[in-house]
């Protein structure tokens, strides 16, 4: 299980003077050591997601007379219970984590700055009803609460991801409000007010691509945090249902056999931490070059 409940970044991060001279250069984060090994692991789950379904073999196939084989040159991973090829599974699991957690960070990244960046901006009393709202959002316990709805409601991909936003969205909105907060008082936003602009464009075009590197490490975090979540869920029956190739499913379904035959539930877990893994080092990479 993963705690979704979880401090801000806004106070670890230091925010990068604004750019004038108009030119794009890789972010430092991605050239330090973690920030590579998570862009490689990442970007090579992605790249499996994107084209597995054109060179592995049906993740569906049974066959009954093949269960629980240990690996083998037919079957490098081995079989699972029901005589399905594990690395097939395995592969083709990616596709669903790479569905939730992206899509569930995405929609939490935009109500989080949205609401984040309108408290940080307006302050008084709008900063008071927005972060009172995420403080008590923030006080439930997430992922029982999610257990509950996801028990009362269809468990579904779209409700899952919508679960998963609502819950990270407190965490994103005061991370950004936090950043705001330090950079509205800057010369540039204080031109801009000068010259008339209303506060969205003074936030959009101003502010928000200044806290870029707190968006992209905050953004990293939850997506890590949104795997990790999903396929919690998924192990407990309340994400992806039979005969999807889910990993948390996949290892809740094989975790009765691990005596037996471990293989069956070994690579799915092995897969799940690269992710995992691969996001949260990415995090610390983007984490570390923002402090240089």
Do not use: C
Request: charged fraction near 15%; aromatic fraction near 6%.
């Amino acid at each position: 299980m993963t705690a979704i409940q979880d401090p801000g970044l806004s106070d670890k991060i230091e925010l990068a003077p604004p750019r004038t001279d108009g030119r794009w250069t890789l972010p430092s984060g991605l050239r330090t050591p973690s920030g590579i090994a998570g862009s490689v692991l990442l970007l090579t789950w992605l790249i499996i997601a994107l084209t597995s379904s054109l060179w592995v073999p049906d993740p569906y196939a049974t066959d009954a007379l093949a269960t629980l084989k240990a690996p083998s040159p037919a079957h490098p991973f081995g079989t699972d219970s029901l005589g399905r090829d594990v690395m097939a599974r395995t592969l083709a699991g990616a596709s669903s984590s790479l569905v939730v957690g992206p899509a569930a960070t995405l929609l939490a990244m935009a109500g989080g700055a949205l609401f984040g960046g309108l408290a940080g901006y307006l302050g008084g009393l709008a900063d008071e009803v927005i972060m009172r709202i995420a403080d008590l959002l923030l006080a439930f316990p997430a992922l029982i609460i999610a257990i509950i709805l996801l028990g009362l409601l269809r468990s579904d991909l779209i409700t899952l991801i919508l679960l998963l936003a609502m819950f990270f969205m407190p965490l994103v909105a005061r991370t950004v409000r936090g950043a705001v907060a330090s950079v509205k008082s800057q010369e540039f936003v204080e031109a801009a007010r000068l010259r008339g602009e209303g506060a969205p464009y003074i936030l959009i075009t101003e502010i928000l691509p200044n806290i870029s590197g707190v968006l992209v490490v905050e953004a990293t975090v939850r997506l890590s945090s949104a795997i990790v979540t999903s396929a919690s869920l998924s192990f407990i029956g309340l994400g992806a249902q039979p005969p999807s190739p889910d990993w948390g499913l996949t290892i809740a379904t094989e975790a009765p056999y691990l005596t037996i035959a471990w293989w069956s539930a070994l690579a799915p877990s092995l897969a799940l931490g690269s992710l995992v893994a691969g996001a949260a080092l990415l995090a610390e990479g983007l984490r570390e070059g923002s402090e240089r």
